[in-house]
């Protein structure tokens, strides 16, 4: 092997910036699962009250399983139709959500109920 270069090797990578940013970040698949299964939110969303020019379609024509607006409403029967929208609705509807405490337990701050010797809780405690 040869030398390495040290010097003039780092490079801007913009799809790992942009994949990092939060400004165009989803929502996460329990919020999508509660979008879905409230009635309330459900009906805001797919009907909304009130016009929004920043967003596509003037925010009329959403899919809450992708939790994106389309410019149309053709637009939006073309994505439902699509194996994208399939895929996610299908993940969304049929997994359980994240729990609060199924996350603890995955970062390991679960209930320790193992027993321990005699010897080292009396070592512990002087």
Do not use: W
């Not at 270069?5 to 929502?27: E, F, M, N, Q, V």
């Not at 939110?41 to 809450?64: H, N, V, W």
């Amino acid at each position: 092997m040869g030398r390495i270069r040290h010097k003039r090797t780092h490079h801007a990578r913009r799809d790992i910036s942009r994949g990092a940013r939060t400004r165009a970040r989803k929502l996460d698949q329990d919020q999508v699962h509660t979008n879905l299964t409230n009635p309330a939110l459900r009906s805001e969303l797919e009907a909304p009250s009130t016009l929004d020019p920043t967003k596509a379609g003037l925010g009329q024509f959403y899919c809450i399983a992708c939790d994106r607006h389309m410019p149309s409403a053709s637009h939006l029967e073309t994505h439902q139709r699509s194996k994208l929208h399939k895929r996610i609705f299908k993940k969304v509807t049929e997994e359980a959500p994240f729990t609060p405490a199924e996350a603890d337990r995955a970062a390991g701050l679960g209930v320790d109920n193992r027993q321990r010797n005699a010897d080292s809780t009396t070592a512990m405690s002087t």
